[in-house]
């Protein structure tokens, strides 16, 4: 009689630790074939994140996403489950964006797939309203994938030459005697070449992210998140613009400090700047736009 009641009393039990498993395990074997899917391609991802400049914004956008998700889970959670399968829909898209990306050598269809892919299982399996509540992580998580290269090329080189151009005025306002051919700046001591590393590019990349994460945490209306993000861009434009022209003033005094230090310095320096202009533009952007929204 004894041994039936324990048994009676151990059996709730079982069944009370084996829910979670029951409720995580469709979860745990989609996450088995994403990682089977999608394991190279991340590895590629991260690899560019670490070994390119140009991309490596990407190293902090995964974390940004998982917290801000993180913050949000019980407005997440608080929202009732309701799987649709209409969800396939978008899925079904985010495997056929994978599949065009692998047929045409395309890294950035196939990494963006990702994203487009994760979208429709939680749409799948949780509903398109809970969907909402993520849509902010995961629209952030979309920006690590790096712009396509032929994108890049085509903007790389006119805000080379932008860059050389304003600069070169900057200067001689300055009252330095400088003159520029295309994307070489000649001053009277030395020559600097604005690479394409000194476009911009990364600053516009970079800020532009931030832009993204300071516009949904600052802001509240999606006008005022736009014009936060619309706005990265010409801040990034400046700050390029006014570190070339800064070292083209002090390398005419001093050819060196054009190189080794004073130019990885001033490069963390000016984005410290484009981050800080940033930040203002978005609080003034709440001021005077949001309101009592």
């Known amino acids: 009689m004894e041994q039936t009641t324990a048994l009676q009393s151990e059996t709730p039990a079982i069944a009370k630790s084996a829910r979670p498993l029951g409720t995580w395990w469709p979860w745990l074997i989609v996450a088995a074939l994403l990682v089977g899917i999608y ?9 560019d994140w670490w070994n390119d400049p140009n991309a490596s914004h990407g190293l902090l956008v995964p974390p940004l996403a998982a917290y801000v998700a993180w913050k949000r889970r019980r407005l997440t959670l608080s929202v009732e489950s309701s799987p649709d399968w209409h969800g396939l829909i978008w899925t079904a898209a985010g495997c056929l964006v994978l599949l065009i990306g692998k047929i045409g050598a395309e890294f950035y269809l196939s990494r963006l797939s990702m994203v487009i892919l994760l979208s429709g299982l939680i749409w799948t399996f949780w509903g398109k309203a809970r969907l909402r509540t993520l849509g902010f992580p995961l629209l952030l998580l979309a920006t690590m994938v790096p712009m396509p290269v032929i994108v890049y090329n085509q903007f790389a080189q006119p805000l080379q030459l932008f860059a050389s151009a304003v600069s070169t005025r900057v200067a001689q306002f300055a009252g330095v005697s400088i003159y520029t051919e295309g994307n070489v700046i000649q001053l009277a001591t030395t020559t600097l070449g604005v ?7 990364r600053s516009v ?8 994460l300071l516009g ?5 209306r999606i006008v005022t998140r736009v014009l936060a993000v619309a706005v990265a861009l010409p801040i990034a434009i400046f700050i390029n613009v006014l ?20 130019h990885t310095f001033s ?6 700047l484009g981050l800080a202009l940033l930040l203002g533009t978005c609080k003034l952007l709440h001021r005077l736009l949001d309101g009592d929204a």
């Not at 690479?195 to 590019?201: Q, V």
């Open 216 to 220: 949904f945490l600052l802001c509240r």
């Open 195 to 201: 690479e394409e590393a000194c476009s911009g590019l």
């Open 39 to 47: 394991g190279k391609i991340f590895l590629g991802l991260a690899d």
């Open 267 to 272: 490069g963390w320096l000016i984005f410290l």
């Open 243 to 262: 570190r070339v022209s800064g070292t083209a003033i002090l390398a005419d005094h001093n050819p060196d400090v054009a190189l080794g230090f004073y």
């Open 205 to 212: 990349s970079t800020l532009g992210v931030m832009a993204v």
